[in-house]
């Protein structure tokens, strides 16, 4: 660039000058308002110090519960200390899925189960039945299972009955098939395999011939995200109590996360399912604030857009006809799956020390609201 043209732009400055510095003003202060909301997104901790004045399912209705691991109830104070405390109803996170509970043929491991089950009566605590039929965490003599369909039939049939008829006195409601659709198909699983999509069907039949009295649920994840996925789940389900198989609810496991919780859309999920006029429950509820990890800390701004999401998914459920309960899963943030599957996140009630975070309150205040 030459001298002329260092001059004529010199000379447009002084002709604007004040222009020129509206813009250079304009520059600084919106550089400057990017950066205090990017250091306020991804820098600045949450700084909270909340007090729950009363206990959490005290707050509604319905049964508010948590997901539990036995051990966990055994080995930590401040884990049962909660659990007993803030919720009225137990679901086995683990213990009562087919591989801890049958971990061989013709041998059921009953201690974890039963250990949970007394101690959620001596507590004056419901428990939800967590789950009959998966095609995960199986035990491996399932998985290399031989026979034919009419076999696999009598095999999962037994370990149903088994199952229900031990505790029929004890748990009231079941989740009895546990994530069997896809968006627009059945998912191909064992069971789907080796016996065909009746599979379904049969498993609420037998788990209804155990227990009569028992509401029986079919559980799924994705419901209040996935549009094609609800769809398809809704018109099996129709379809099966068409039928007059006896499913009594389903579950929303609502493992909702930052990127995707969308409260119309959640809305909308819950009125088609009243449409079969069965009851909801929000089975595994949690938060995720970290899916894609860009957070290193639980900071103040998403500290608060997760006490908005509390809120919205506790006045979302509750357009549902019929809602049986609100549970989360898990207990504090140390403790969480998804910190096992996926990493650093922050998506319960509580924190690392056991403290309740402020979507606690929201979520509390929501229940009383709502619920």
């Known amino acids: 660039m030459g001298k002329k043209s260092f001059q004529k732009i010199a000379s447009t400055i002084r002709s604007h000058k004040k222009i020129f510095l509206a813009i250079l003003i304009v520059f600084i202060i919106t550089g400057s308002l990017i950066s205090f909301l990017l250091i306020n997104r991804y820098v600045v901790p949450a700084d909270y110090d909340v007090s729950l004045s009363e206990p959490i399912y005290t707050s509604s209705n319905i049964p508010i519960g948590v997901a539990v691991e036995p051990y966990k109830l055994k080995s930590s104070e401040n884990y049962k200390t909660l659990a007993t405390t803030h919720f ?30 007394e101690y959620a009566e001596n507590n004056s605590m419901q428990i ?5 039929v998966w095609h995960e965490q199986l035990p491996d003599w399932m998985e290399n299972y031989d026979g034919t369909s009419q076999d696999w039939k009598n095999m999962l049939k037994l370990h149903i009955q088994t199952v229900v008829n031990r505790y029929k006195d004890n748990i009231t409601s079941w989740d009895v098939v546990n994530e069997a659709f896809l968006s627009h198909d059945y998912r191909d699983t064992i069971w789907y395999e080796h016996i065909g999509a009746d599979y379904i069907k049969y498993a609420f039949q037998w788990a209804h011939e155990a227990d009569p009295d028992a509401s029986l649920y079919y559980n799924d994840f994705s419901l209040c995200t996935n549009i094609p996925k609800l769809d398809f789940t809704v018109e099996k389900l129709g379809e099966l109590i068409g039928e007059g198989v006896p499913i009594h ?88 799956w998804i910190r ?32």
């Open 128 to 132: 939800h039945g967590h789950c009959l």
């Open 340 to 371: 096992y599957f996926r990493g650093l996140d922050w998506p319960l009630l509580f924190d690392e020390e056991f403290n309740p975070k402020p979507c606690a309150l929201s979520f509390q205040e929501a229940l009383i609201q709502y619920t």
């Open 88 to 117: 009225n109803s137990f679901t086995p996170e683990n213990v009562m899925k087919m591989g801890p509970i049958h971990p061989q043929e013709g041998e059921y491991n009953w201690e974890d189960a039963d250990f949970l089950v």
């Open 249 to 336: 609810g389903l579950g929303f496991q609502a493992h909702l996360t930052s990127q995707s919780f969308k409260y119309d859309i959640i809305v909308d999920a819950i009125n088609k399912v009243n449409q079969l006029g069965i009851d909801i429950r929000v089975s595994e509820l949690d938060i995720s604030m970290n899916l894609l990890g860009c957070y290193q800390k639980y900071t103040d701004y998403i500290c608060k857009k997760q006490q908005e999401f509390y809120s919205d998914v506790v006045r979302a459920f509750s357009k549902a006809d019929s809602l049986t309960g609100i549970t989360l899963w898990g207990i504090h943030d140390a403790g969480s």
